[in-house]
């Protein structure tokens, strides 16, 4: 399997414009998590999906994130509009309900000036 | 709902040394605590695992120690080399859904 794939690996957006990331999780799991990653924060759990529906969204930020999955292989996270505050690593992760190891995507690197 | 503490937040040790990185953990449900490494530009991997009905695990130079009873969990990295350089994370998730919820990460630095 070719593990957890996210794009694009880097974004740089200007401020006030959509973004979206995606994530194609590992083919058979069925949870899937998106975390942002800073510096100040370290890895933040900003949702997360069971079977495609979402289970628990109190990691967004706000009402400028929002996340959808509509099927099992394939997930996005669009912010609209951006900020540069939005900026940070974006990760991606998956795995098999009741079997705990999530395993990561490389990330998409996102930058709004 | 759980709250993982970790610490240190940066360890330098020489190569060759031992490398001990300790995490606390709130919630008494939490059954699994995975431990990953992530370097530079990549995302966190996998290295090593421990559920509650285990005190230890060994992986070649790695091992955990988990104690229920204080809520503490510990990672021990021997006989170090450069290429352990990296961010180290621990998490720990309930029985009952799939939340992980990490640590604050350990930056550690094995000099040659």
């Known amino acids: 399997d070719a593990g957890v794939i996210q794009s694009p690996r880097h974004e740089v957006t200007e401020m006030g414009q959509e973004v979206t990331l995606r994530c194609k999780p590992i083919s058979g799991h069925n949870s899937l998590f998106w975390y942002r990653q800073t510096m100040m924060r370290g890895l933040e759990l900003l949702i997360y999906f069971n079977n495609n529906v979402p289970i628990d969204d109190s990691g967004m930020p706000e009402d400028r994130f929002s996340a959808k999955m509509p099927n099992a292989s394939f997930s996005t996270l669009k912010i609209q509009p951006s900020e540069p505050r939005d900026s940070a690593v974006y990760f991606c992760?998956?795995?098999?309900?009741?079997?705990?190891?999530?395993?990561f995507g490389q990330g998409t690197r996102l930058t709004v000036v | 709902g759980e709250n993982v503490e970790q610490h240190p937040s940066t360890l330098s040790v020489q190569e060759g040394d031992s490398a001990v990185i300790k995490c606390t953990y709130s919630?008494?449900?939490?059954?699994?605590f995975p431990w990953y490494k992530q370097e530079l530009g990549k995302g966190p991997q996998l290295i090593i695992d421990?559920?509650?009905?285990?005190g230890e695990k060994k992986d070649q130079r790695i091992a955990v120690t988990l104690n229920k009873t204080a809520k503490h969990f510990s990672l021990h990295i021997t006989e170090t080399q450069p290429e352990d350089s990296a961010v180290y994370f621990c998490?720990?998730?309930?029985?009952?859904?799939?939340?992980?919820?990490f640590g604050g990460g350990t930056r550690v630095l094995v000099k040659p």
């Open positions: 998490a720990a998730i309930k029985a009952a859904g799939n939340k992980l919820t």
């Open positions: 421990i559920r509650s009905n285990v």
């Open positions: 992760a998956s795995s098999s309900t009741g079997k705990g190891e999530a395993f």
């Open positions: 919630d008494s449900a939490s059954n699994y």
